[in-house]
C-alpha cells in the first residue's frame, strides 16, 4: 500500500530536506511539524511547547508546559539529545527509544522533524485537542421551563378618533387589570407606532416581568429561543433552546483558548503570574 505524504515508517529518522526558501535568520533553527508540514523558524534553545504555542496546534497539558503532567507528547523524527530528567520520570524505555519526547522538555538546538501524532494510526496516542473532541450533544433532563421573557397575542380594537389613550395605554388596556404597570423600553415606544401599523394592531407582545420589549408578526410568536453557554475548562459550547418546549435548535462550539496553557485553572494562573501580557 502507498504510504501517505509525510508518514513514515516506525523508527525512521528525518532530516530537513527542503525548508522554506526564507532566509535563515542569525541563532535561529527549522521546526518542521508533521503530519501538516508545519515550518517554524524558531530562536536556538526554544522548547518545542514554546514554539507550537504560537500555531494553531494544541496540545494537551494540565501544568501548563512546566513538565508535571508528562501529556504533551510529540514524536521526534530526527536525531535529538539525551531525555531530560522529567521526561525519564514520565516516559518508558520503549518509549524513549520510537522517539517520543514531552514537547515542554524537548529543546529546538538544530534543524528538527517532529510529529504531533495527528495521522490516524497515532491520533489516539498523542494528547492532541481538536474541535472533533468537543462533545456537542448529550442527554438533557426533563426541565421545567421558566423563561424570563415570553410572549403573548394581542389584538387592539380599532382606535376612535376621540380616543386620547397612547399605544401603550391601548394595549395596558386590552391586556387587563394584571398589567396595568406595565412599562417598555425606550426602544420599543420609539419602534411600537410603526409596528402597530405593519401588523394591523394584531401581534405578539414580548414580555420581561413587567415590560414591554418588543412588538412582534404573529408569525413570530413561536420564534421563542433562548442562548445557554457551558464554560468550559478546555472547551466553550453555546446552544440555542426553544422556549417553548426545551428543544435544541442549533449548537456551536469552539476550544477554549486558554487550554494551550493547561488543562486547570492553577496552571493558568502560574503562566499569567509568570508572563506579564498573559491576560491577553
Not at 404573529?218 to 446552544?239: P, Q
Request: aromatic letters at 4%; one cysteine or more; hydrophobic letters at 35%.
Amino acid at each position: 500500500m502507498k504510504k501517505a505524504k509525510n508518514q513514515k515508517l516506525k523508527g525512521e529518522k528525518h532530516s530537513i530536506v527542503s525548508p522554506p526558501s526564507a532566509k535563515r535568520k542569525t541563532g535561529y533553527v527549522w521546526l518542521n511539524v508533521l503530519p501538516d508540514d508545519l515550518w517554524l523558524n524558531v530562536r536556538q534553545g526554544t522548547t518545542i511547547w514554546e514554539a507550537l504555542q504560537k500555531t494553531d496546534v494544541e496540545l494537551e497539558s494540565e501544568c501548563g508546559g512546566l513538565g508535571k503532567c508528562g501529556k504533551c507528547r510529540v514524536k521526534v523524527l530526527s536525531s535529538i539529545g539525551p531525555p531530560s530528567t522529567e521526561e525519564e520520570e514520565f516516559l518508558d524505555e520503549e518509549e524513549l527509544k520510537r522517539g517520543i519526547r514531552l514537547a515542554c522538555r524537548t529543546k529546538v538546538n538544530h534543524d528538527l522533524v517532529i510529529s504531533t501524532g495527528e495521522t490516524d494510526a497515532e491520533a489516539g496516542y498523542f494528547q492532541i485537542l481538536t474541535t472533533s473532541h468537543i462533545l456537542k450533544s448529550s442527554h438533557l433532563p426533563l426541565l421545567c421551563l421558566e423563561p424570563l421573557v415570553e410572549k403573548r397575542l394581542i389584538a387592539l380594537p380599532p382606535k376612535l378618533q376621540s380616543e386620547r389613550l397612547s399605544e401603550l395605554d391601548r394595549i395596558k388596556l386590552v391586556m387587563g387589570h394584571e398589567y396595568q404597570d406595565l412599562k417598555a423600553t425606550l426602544n420599543c415606544l420609539r419602534t411600537l407606532p410603526e409596528m402597530l401599523r405593519r401588523t394591523q394592531f394584531s401581534g405578539a407582545a414580548v414580555l420581561h416581568e413587567d415590560c414591554l420589549m418588543a412588538w412582534q408578526n404573529r408569525e413570530e410568536m413561536h420564534h421563542h429561543c433562548g442562548l445557554v453557554f457551558d464554560l468550559g475548562t478546555s472547551t466553550v459550547v453555546g446552544k440555542l433552546i426553544s422556549l417553548r418546549d426545551g428543544s435544541e435548535v442549533a449548537v456551536a462550539s469552539c476550544l477554549n483558548s486558554q487550554s494551550r496553557h493547561g488543562t486547570n485553572v492553577i496552571s493558568r494562573i502560574q503562566y499569567v503570574k509568570e508572563n506579564p501580557r498573559g491576560l491577553e
